[in-house]
């Protein structure tokens, strides 16, 4: 049986597929992707313990006002790329 298009992911899309072994039957589960990026991007010393530091969490949703906020603004392209079809937006430096 063929899946409706509706539920096609984009090529760019990673995919992770769980396919758990339960008996005689197998169901597929999709996976969401998941990163933890660690690293100085502030360019300055912190002051505080590492213990001490809280993560942030970044979105589709909060990904300009945390960047925003660290201090790189960011500037909505709203063009859409002709060889990759998809929009995009630039992070720039202070």
């Known amino acids: 049986m063929s899946k409706p298009m509706g539920s096609v992911a984009p090529k760019e899309r990673i995919n992770i597929k769980y ?16 990163l933890l990026v660690t690293g100085d ?3 300055q010393p912190e002051h ?6 809280q993560a942030v969490r970044i979105d589709k949703d909060t990904f300009n006002e945390v960047l925003a906020k ?7 392209v709203g063009a ?15």
């Open 70 to 76: 660290a201090g790189y603004p960011v500037d909505d």
């Open 41 to 43: 991007f502030k360019g």
């Open 48 to 53: 505080v313990a590492l213990e001490e530091r």
């Open 19 to 34: 396919v758990p072994a339960t008996g005689d039957q197998q169901s597929e589960l999709e996976l969401p992707l998941k």
């Open 80 to 94: 859409v790329n002709a060889q990759q079809g998809s929009a995009g937006a630039v992070a720039r430096a202070p």
